[in-house]
């Protein structure tokens, strides 16, 4: 395994991109710390050093919705996103917004797939559910989506 | 950013998950690499080693939760800095001699007791360490040495008093011994 400081150096500000958008600024830095600890808890045992991004982002997402879950689920006001790599063509001010209000899981489906750029097993991985079920949260976040959006 | 980045140090200390910290330290020789385990300075790398190798190293021997830390290296970088001004004679960090085993560990040992400002020859070394035929290995070890000016191989010369070897090169070797008054 490379040493863990180079996962910080290539991801630290992705990852905190990603958490932003999830949670909101405020609570962004605590999702970090969480993310962050319990990555390094896991690194020594980690089998595959191939995919350390998604393996990163992966958790991050796991921490969002552990925290939207302590948080009963009340969806977070998400006033600005930034640093996300952005894969969806055009996302027109607010739809982030629009993303943060849905159900946790349809929010970290999308979120995971058109912001980061994660393939439908990873998010399933992420979400830790069988790749249809997360094909399902997907679809259906995406469907409430245009509802909302139309 | 960085005051995200120095809690999670903080904490992954607090917690038992950074195994090692580094910081990089100036020097008039150049950039140093520090690094420490909880239990004490485990490297010390010389100006001419590449980093990034010296970080891969410790993280495959030691441990891959490994950290830039900087404030976990404080009292090394300041007895260092003390030292390079002439200011410490004696330095008073906790080591740890895990990357070191057997005959070098002792020869190692050995050499950390050389006194500020003396010299030993590597015959004595190999003697000190159990085994006075072992000259050859006495100079393995110093070139192994993974805590050089710490642990002070600088303060090892042949018996006919040349230089011998150094991990910095021969110029640092020197201008440590001038440091210390010995040349």
Known sequence: ?150 | MKATLERLADRASDEGLLDVAYAMSDSPFGPLLLAATPRGLVKLSLPGHDPEQTLEDLAARISPRLLEAPSRLDQARRELDLYFEGKLTQFDLPLDWQLSRDFRRRALRAIDRIPYGKTRSYTEIARSAGNERAVRAAGTACGANPIPIVVPCHRVLRTSGALGGYGGGLPMKEALLKLEGIR
């Not at chain 1, 609570?27 to 600890?37: I, K, N, P, S």
């Not at chain 1, 993303?99 to 980061?116: E, H, N, T």
């Open chain 1, 1 to 150: 395994m490379p040493p863990f400081q180079t996962l910080l150096d290539d991801h630290a500000a992705e990852v905190m991109g990603v958490l932003r958008g999830a949670v909101g600024r405020t609570d962004a830095d605590d999702c970090f710390q969480e993310t962050f600890l319990a990555a390094l808890r896991a690194y020594p045992k980690l089998k595959d050093a191939s995919n350390l991004r998604g393996w990163l982002l992966t958790i991050a997402h796991r921490k969002a919705i552990d925290h939207h879950r302590a948080n009963g689920r009340r969806a977070l006001p998400v006033a600005e996103v930034v640093e996300v790599a952005v894969s969806d063509p055009e996302p027109g001010d607010g739809i982030w917004e629009v993303v943060g209000a849905l159900p946790p899981k349809q929010r970290a489906a999308v979120a995971l797939r058109y912001g980061s750029d994660l393939p439908h097993a990873e998010i399933a991985a992420a979400l830790g559910c069988s790749p249809e079920a997360a094909r399902r949260s997907l679809h259906e976040g995406i469907k409430r989506l245009r509802k909302e959006l139309a």
